[in-house]
C-alpha cells in the first residue's frame, strides 16, 4: 500500500511559478513509474508528467518533475503559467507488477495509488 499526499498549490498570476510536493510513504513504489496529473472541471484528467526508478522523464511542456528518495518526495515544478493550467493536481503511483515506461505521457489507467489533490488556479 502507498499513500501520497500533496501539498503546494495555490493561486498565481499568470506566468507565474509553482511548485508541487507529494509526501510518498509505504512500499511498492519504488520500481515503478511515479506521475503528476491534473483535472480541469469537466474535463478527463490528463497526465502531465512521470519518472520512472532509473530517473528517466517525460513532461508536458513547461513542467519539470523530480523525486528526491531520500526525502520520498516527488515534485513537479511549473513555469510560464497560463490559465488553462487551472485544475486539481493529483500525484500518483504504480504498482501491482505494472510497467513503467516514460516514452509517452502518463495515462490513469496505469496507476494505481493516488493522492486526493491540490488545487492549482491561474488567473490574469
Known amino acids: 500500500q502507498v499513500q501520497l499526499v500533496e501539498s503546494g498549490g495555490g493561486s498565481v498570476q499568470v506566468g507565474g511559478s509553482l511548485t508541487l510536493s507529494c509526501a510518498l510513504s509505504?512500499?511498492?513504489?519504488?520500481?515503478?513509474?511515479l506521475a503528476w496529473f491534473r483535472q480541469a472541471p469537466g474535463k478527463e484528467r490528463e497526465g502531465v508528467a512521470a519518472?520512472?526508478?532509473d530517473g528517466s522523464t517525460v513532461v508536458k511542456g513547461r513542467f519539470t518533475i523530480s523525486q528526491d528518495r531520500t526525502k520520498n518526495t516527488l515534485t513537479l515544478q511549473m513555469t510560464s503559467l497560463k490559465p488553462e493550467d487551472t485544475a486539481r493536481y493529483y500525484c500518483?503511483?504504480?504498482?501491482?507488477?505494472?510497467?513503467?515506461?516514460?516514452?509517452?505521457?502518463?495515462?490513469?489507467?496505469?496507476?494505481?495509488?493516488w493522492g486526493q489533490g491540490t488545487q492549482v488556479t491561474v488567473s490574469s
Open positions: 509505504g512500499n511498492g513504489y519504488r520500481d515503478y513509474c
Open positions: 519518472i520512472a526508478s
Open positions: 500518483a503511483a504504480q504498482g501491482g507488477g505494472a510497467t513503467c515506461r516514460t516514452t509517452y505521457l502518463p495515462r490513469s489507467s496505469e496507476y494505481l495509488y
